[in-house]
């Protein structure tokens, strides 16, 4: 399917529906609503490069975006990667995890990884619903995929610490979830993590870092603010946001 630009998108090949309400994960005493792009087999990585690029994101086969109806707090979010500078607290965390090593493995179920999931949700997101989910759901949310979708492992010392998986756009990554070792004192995986998935934009010349959604009044979402310079798209158009966002 030949997708020169965006205004190329064969919408009349694709459908999208909202689903029923659900409780938001992000905001107390909120309902949220998804729109969902359908048939999952036509959303190649042509596509769904597209999709992204208009707020759209991946949960497993699944392509979705917000679609409140009261509520518009969710931005999509992304870094020009070629403007990133980090302060200082963030060129602390790459000097202080320079020995991890990243290897990218196999988009498959490994107990290992599988195992330091529920640890990373039962300490950091207890009562999330995620801290309860089983193998199968594991492997539906970050091993089932219709696009470029890269597993990597980081781990020091002969210890696994952290995994990320990150999808490949054809004018950036897509940051899809990062789970890492909840216990080791001091440390700052996530900062980390990020820092060198920009780098990894970079050695791919390839121009934008996509973070997902950020919400303002979410403590969950803060540190996405903390990088910068960061976009948002706001009304149909990706613009900066200010520092103080």
């Known amino acids: 399917m030949a997708l020169p630009d965006d205004a190329e998108l064969p919408y009349s090949l694709l459908q999208f529906y909202a689903t029923s309400p659900y409780p938001c994960s992000y905001l107390d005493d909120h309902m949220a609503r998804s729109q ?7 959303i190649d990585e042509r596509v769904y490069s597209t999709l992204v690029r ?8 699944f392509t979705y975006r917000p679609h409140c109806d009261t509520c518009q707090s969710c931005v999509p979010v992304r870094l020009p990667v ?3 500078q980090p302060n200082r607290s963030q060129r602390r965390a790459t000097r202080h995890h320079a020995g ?3 290897r990218e493995m196999p988009l498959h179920f490994i107990p290992e990884h599988y195992a330091l999931y529920v640890r990373y949700q039962n300490s950091r997101h207890p009562g999330g619903g995620m801290d309860d989910d089983n193998h199968e759901q594991y492997a539906q949310f ?3 995929s219709r696009v470029d979708t890269r597993l990597v492992e ?7 610490r952290m995994v990320s998986v990150i999808d490949v756009l054809d004018d950036g990554l897509s940051s899809v979830y990062t789970f890492f070792d909840p216990d080791v004192p001091g440390a700052s995986y996530g900062v980390y993590n990020i820092l060198w998935q920009v780098a990894q934009c970079r050695a791919l010349d390839l121009p934008y870092l996509y973070l997902g959604y950020w919400i303002a009044e979410s403590r969950k979402m ?5 990088f ?3 976009e948002g798209l706001i009304d149909g158009h990706w613009r900066r946001l200010p520092e103080q966002a």
């Open 142 to 144: 970050l091993l089932q």
């Open 222 to 226: 803060a540190y996405k603010s903390k």
């Open 228 to 230: 910068r310079p960061l």
């Open 54 to 61: 208009r707020g759209f994101r991946r949960s497993g086969i």
């Open 36 to 42: 969902v792009a359908t048939p999952a087999h036509l």
């Open 100 to 102: 991890l090593v990243a």
């Open 154 to 160: 980081f781990v020091e010392d002969g210890e696994l």
């Open 82 to 84: 070629a403007d990133v």
